[in-house]
């Protein structure tokens, strides 16, 4: 199977979606497979990926996500450089020095004798030529010099309308927050004096009669609202004369480039700022705990959490069919399997889980789920709705897979142990010792083994159609996180994964 090509085999998650294991990540504290839509995304820095320049947030929302020093090419988008030119430069001619009259003034004044130039840059793409001389930009003293950016005819409307929701949002904030004051009860006749949330004041006040300080309130600006007009430009009269040359004429992709304007011939196309990356980390919604966090430098591509679902679950590969699949014929299908954990599995493929397979799972996830209330440190903060929690948790909903599997399997006769992974296993020439294997197993080395799976297409099924096979992975995980203080051995869990694997499709029948 090519890189590039799909895989067959796509594991389950928590919110029904199929995706292969590479694309997936497992939470050590539900435990749960977990796909992008079942976590939530984090920024956790902005950099420009040209000069590597980590910018705070801040800043960014600031520079509207663009860095100030790189530039994007408006032709081809690919990265601007810096090129250095000389130009002649025009020396005045010499005056003559205080106090020198008559005879001994120089009649005329002298040109310089050596010629002198300076050093200038401009922004050039290495890709298809285009510079910035090409539109009239003219050339900086220096190679981060401050080069011109092309605004937007509409950015004083932008920037007025922003200020008015500004403070529309403002004002109801702040009528949100009186209205919950004044329908705060009163905890006690004295409240604490210790009390940081700045509530103490306002209840002191009352119980002393006096007048509260009142928050001076913002009203919204007034704005001009738009209005609509009739009146369109018309078209230049050689519109339908001329004829027209494409190489002058911008693409779509160079339009949507400078949404500002949208210019429509090359000479007005102007260099675009940078966008800037992110680097963003991964949080269960159901524990709030990190399954992905990156290191914070550009430079680096370490992660420090990286909780991949192929560290942690056991890998299957689909080898090939014994036999030409034809329906209602029972057939054979070479799984391969790999452990990519530290402790040895022992796995079971199952046609459905068993009922009371979720009881020894409900008192690890319980520890979880104490998580998921609000801790408070001040009986004023409950009563006004404010949490110390960052966010709250997302109660998780159970859907069905929508993925309907159109072939039978035979249930293998036992469980099966797949050793650990042991990297030092694959240079030993030492043969091992033949043991005794249940027959399904083709043959095992190191922490992979090869399974002959039996299952039969359905009856009903045309030349064509593609054969899916759906089962149930039982395997034994040994988690070395602890939720609860008393446990802090490492513990081991029966978990399961529902897999689908797409065998191919069925072959037309030949004539005898």
């Known amino acids: 199977m090519s890189f590039m090509q799909p895989s067959p085999v796509k594991y389950a998650c928590s919110c029904g979606i199929l995706n292969p294991i590479n694309k997936l990540f497992f939470c050590r504290h539900c435990p749960k497979l977990r796909c992008g839509f079942c976590v939530c995304h984090e920024i956790e820095s902005h950099f420009c990926s040209n000069c590597l320049e980590n910018i705070p947030s801040s800043e960014a929302r600031h520079k509207k996500n663009c860095c100030a020093n790189c530039f994007d090419c408006p032709c081809c988008q690919h990265t601007l450089s810096a090129r250095a030119t000389t130009v002649p430069v025009v020396r005045k001619p010499e005056e003559p020095k205080d106090g020198e009259s008559g005879a001994e003034a120089t009649p005329s004044p002298k040109p310089s004798a050596m010629p002198t130039t300076k050093k200038m840059y401009y922004l050039?793409?290495?890709?298809?030529?285009?510079?910035?001389?090409?539109?009239?930009?003219?050339?900086?003293?220096?190679?981060?010099?401050?080069?011109?950016?092309?605004e937007c005819l509409y950015q004083a409307?932008?920037?007025?309308?922003?200020?008015?929701?500004?403070?529309?949002?403002?004002?109801?904030?702040?009528?949100?927050?009186?209205?919950l004051r004044r329908k705060t009860p009163k905890q006690h006749k004295f409240p604490s004096l210790t009390d940081r949330t700045g509530l103490t004041v306002?209840?002191?006040?009352?119980?002393?009669?006096?007048?509260?300080?009142?928050?001076?309130?913002?009203?919204?600006?007034?704005?001009?609202?738009?209005?609509?007009?009739?009146?369109?430009?018309?078209?230049?009269?050689?519109?339908?004369?001329?004829p027209i040359n494409l190489r002058n004429i911008t693409t779509v992709a160079q339009r949507h480039s400078q949404p500002a304007d949208q210019p429509t011939a090359v000479n007005k196309l102007y260099p675009q700022r940078r966008s800037l990356w992110?680097?963003?980390?991964?949080?269960?919604?159901?524990?709030?705990?990190?399954?992905?966090?990156?290191?914070?430098?550009?430079?680096?591509?370490?992660?420090?959490?990286?909780?991949?679902?192929?560290?942690?679950?056991?890998?299957?590969?689909?080898?090939?069919?014994?036999?030409?699949?034809?329906?209602?014929?029972?057939?054979?299908?070479?799984l391969k399997l790999a452990n990519p954990t530290m402790y040895d599995m022992t796995i079971s493929i199952l046609e459905a889980v068993p009922e009371d397979a979720q009881i020894n799972t409900d008192a690890f996830q319980q520890a979880c789920r104490i998580k998921e209330e609000a801790i408070t440190s001040s009986p004023l903060l409950k009563t006004t709705g404010v949490t110390l929690a960052r966010q709250n948790s997302t109660r998780e909903v159970k859907r069905e897979v929508r993925e309907l599997a159109n072939a039978s399997i035979v249930p293998l006769e036992s469980p099966f142990v797949l050793s650990q992974r042991d990297d030092s296993k694959e240079f030993d020439e030492d043969v091992q010792a033949p043991i005794e294997e249940p027959k399904f197993i083709v043959w095992r080395k190191g922490n992979k083994v090869?399974?002959?799976?039996?299952?039969?297409?359905?009856?009903?099924?045309?030349?064509?159609?593609?054969?899916?096979?759906?089962?149930?992975?039982?395997?034994?995980?040994?988690?070395?996180?602890?939720?609860?203080?008393?446990?802090?051995?490492?513990t081991t869990h029966a978990l399961y994964s529902r897999i689908f694997i797409e065998a191919g499709e069925i072959a037309p029948q030949t004539a005898n």
Request: charge should be positive.
């Open 124 to 150: 050039s793409c290495l890709s298809c030529r285009w510079t910035t001389r090409d539109v009239g930009i003219p050339d900086q003293g220096v190679a981060t010099g401050t080069w011109p950016d092309n």
């Open 278 to 334: 992110i680097k963003r980390s991964l949080r269960c919604r159901q524990c709030e705990h990190n399954l992905i966090k990156p290191e914070y430098h550009p430079t680096s591509i370490k992660y420090r959490i990286q909780l991949f679902a192929s560290y942690h679950v056991p890998e299957v590969i689909m080898v090939r069919c014994e036999q030409p699949l034809q329906p209602g014929q029972s057939n054979a299908i070479l």
């Open 202 to 242: 306002s209840l002191i006040r009352r119980q002393i009669g006096w007048t509260e300080k009142s928050v001076p309130k913002t009203k919204p600006i007034n704005i001009a609202p738009a209005e609509a007009s009739a009146e369109v430009e018309p078209l230049p009269e050689d519109i339908f004369t001329q």
């Open 450 to 490: 090869l399974i002959r799976l039996q299952f039969s297409p359905a009856a009903d099924l045309q030349p064509g159609n593609k054969v899916t096979l759906g089962f149930y992975m039982q395997y034994t995980y040994v988690n070395t996180v602890s939720n609860t203080p008393d446990k802090k051995d490492p």
């Open 157 to 179: 409307r932008f920037n007025t309308l922003m200020e008015y929701y500004q403070s529309v949002v403002l004002q109801d904030k702040q009528e949100k927050q009186e209205f």
